[in-house]
Nanobody, 127 residues
């Protein structure tokens, strides 16, 4: 079993930066992909970014490309999301997720690939 705990959320003005972290515990050895999703009340959860462990391959949502960067420690124990040039539309609850396979390029943002989920951390961007 794997547990994921997010941290680093908060409030920031538009144009600012935040760094989210996700600590993995339990048995991260069977994790092959880790990513970030976000959700706004009343809307579906959407994929933000994912990294395929050990490969360096990353996928990003078009809305965050060039502004967000996903990192993972070699031991898979820590996942980070550096968020720069934040916009008000980035306001959401951000969730860390982990999959037991390398998620495919064409459907990396499909929730069903991810078995483990954190509780979420709130990010609020004000104008």
């Amino acid at each position: 079993q794997v547990q994921l705990v997010e941290s680093g959320g908060g409030s920031v003005q538009a144009g600012g930066s935040l760094r989210l972290s996700c600590a993995a515990s339990g048995y991260p050895g069977n994790i092959y992909s880790m990513g970030w999703f976000r959700q706004v009340p009343g809307k579906e959860r959407e994929g933000v970014a994912v990294i395929l462990s050990g490969s360096g391959i990353t996928y990003y949502a078009d809305s965050v490309k060039g502004r967000f960067t996903i990192y993972q420690s070699i031991a898979k124990l820590m996942l980070s999301l550096q968020m720069n040039s934040l916009k008000t539309e980035d306001t959401a609850m951000y969730y860390c997720a982990a999959a037991q396979s390398w998620v495919p390029r064409g459907s990396w943002n499909t929730e069903s690939w991810y078995k483990y989920w954190g509780q979420g951390t709130q990010v609020t961007v004000s104008s």
